[in-house]
Each structure stands twice: as structure tokens, then as C-alpha cells.
Antibody
Framework: QVQLVQSGAEVKEPGASVQVSCKGS????????IIWVRQAPGQSLEWMGW????????TYSQKFQGRLTITRDTSANTAYMELSGLSYEDTAVYYC?????????WGQGALVTVSS | QSALTQPRSVSGSPGQSVAISCTGS?????????VSWYQQHPGKAPKVMIY???KRPSGVPDRFSGSKSGNTASLTISGLQTEDEADYYC??????????FGGGTTLTVL
């Protein structure tokens, strides 16, 4: 079945960087874009950016410009989200989702905790 | 870019119908027929319930329906069931390959 499996929880200090992976299976990975969304504790969903998994083109939310990088490895059917310059406000669950039929398939989420 | 506006909470009794609104602008909801709705239970990943304003994915009960008028989209849930109690988020395409989410609505089934 179609699924996205994300890497595990991370604890990072302020100022550090974090990378979360998202491995697709059960479909042709390069046929659909991958979107990254985060959700701070008790807060709404927030769109961060996306990648065209076919050609690698990316678009980022202006909020994260300069410190967000989304990449993909087509040989591994995996997308990556790297966020740098972490602050306490970046503590959140980070989700990847496949863009087909809306955001039709979601990863399980990866909790990133920023703590000193 | 501000989030789309949703009511913080709505409620209804089993069997009743409720509607959740999602108000944006002429740059997002009003400009494109790419509004989707997501259901999220506590501690779980969101699940798409409606996409492209009115389309329902396979497996989603036909009690869920979507519509749009001008800059406001709506999700209607008829024949409320206890398992419908969850948070609901709308999402719209906003041009230039960007997306915007709503602030979320908590549905309580009394």
C-alpha cells in the first residue's frame, strides 16, 4: 500500500539544524510532489514548502526562507527536510505528505524538540 | 500571509448536521478550486476528507461534503457520529506554488 515513513524524534539545541526524512513506498515516488507541514503543540497546521520529486524544484514558505532546505534522493525514494537556526518556537511535529487527491497520504510525523 | 479563518469550535448532536466555514481572500480560496479539508484526531496525522472543493476520496463517507462560494469554503458533515469528533483544517492553494491552512476547528459531538 501507499505509505510515507518518516524518521524518528529528534532533540536539538537552539541554533542547531535538524533533518527529517520521508520515505515513500507503494507508488512511483517521482510522480507526485512531497509537501512538508508542521504543527506546534496545540497549534494549527503550517505549510512549510514542497518539492517536485521529478525534477527537484522547490518552493518554500517565505517564513522559512533562508533556513529551510528540501531535497530528495530518487534512488532511495526519500525526501528530506532540513531546518537550520533552530529556536524554541520550532518545537513541533513535522509531517510530510504526498500531493495527490489533496494531501492524500501523510507520514506519521516526526517530533522535533528544541531544548537546551 | 495570514491563516484562513475558521470558527474555533462547533458542536452538534449525533444524527445532526454541522457546517464548518473557511474564509480566505480573492488570492486563495476565491481564486482557485483547490480547497481541501483534513480531519485530525488527537495524536494522529491529518486525513484528507475533501479535496478540490467538492471531491471525496475513496473510503470517506458521503456524509462529508464540500462547497465554496466566493472567498468562503465550507465542510458539511451530516448524520453526525461520535467518531466525527476531531479537529478539522481547511487548506487552499494560494498561487505561486504556495499553500495556506486554516486555524482549525474543533468539532464536539454532544
Amino acid at each position: 500500500q501507499v505509505q510515507l515513513v518518516q524518521s524518528g524524534a529528534e532533540v536539538k539545541e537552539p541554533g542547531a539544524s535538524v533533518q527529517v526524512s520521508c520515505k515513500g513506498s507503494g507508488y512511483t515516488f517521482t510522480s507526485y510532489a512531497i509537501i512538508w507541514v508542521r504543527q506546534a503543540p496545540g497549534q494549527s497546521l503550517e505549510w512549510m514548502g514542497w518539492i517536485n520529486t521529478g525534477n527537484g524544484d522547490t518552493t518554500y514558505s517565505q517564513k522559512f526562507q533562508g533556513r529551510l532546505t528540501i531535497t530528495r534522493d530518487t534512488s532511495a525514494n526519500t525526501a528530506y527536510m532540513e531546518l537550520s537556526g533552530l529556536s524554541y518556537e520550532d518545537t513541533a511535529v513535522y509531517y510530510c505528505a504526498r500531493n495527490h487527491g489533496g494531501l492524500g497520504v501523510w507520514g506519521q510525523g516526526a517530533l522535533v524538540t528544541v531544548s537546551s | 500571509q495570514s491563516a484562513l479563518t475558521q470558527p474555533r469550535s462547533v458542536s452538534g448532536s449525533p444524527g445532526q448536521s454541522v457546517a464548518i466555514s473557511c474564509t480566505g481572500s480573492s488570492s486563495d480560496v476565491g481564486a482557485y478550486n483547490f480547497v481541501s479539508w483534513y480531519q485530525q484526531h488527537p495524536g494522529k496525522a491529518p486525513k484528507v476528507m475533501i479535496y478540490d472543493v467538492t471531491k471525496r476520496p475513496s473510503g470517506v463517507p458521503d456524509r462529508f461534503s464540500g462547497s465554496k462560494s466566493g472567498n468562503t469554503a465550507s465542510l458539511t458533515i451530516s448524520g453526525l457520529q461520535t467518531e466525527d469528533e476531531a479537529d478539522y483544517y481547511c487548506c487552499s492553494y494560494a498561487g505561486d506554488y504556495t499553500l495556506i491552512f486554516g486555524g482549525g476547528t474543533t468539532l464536539t459531538v454532544l
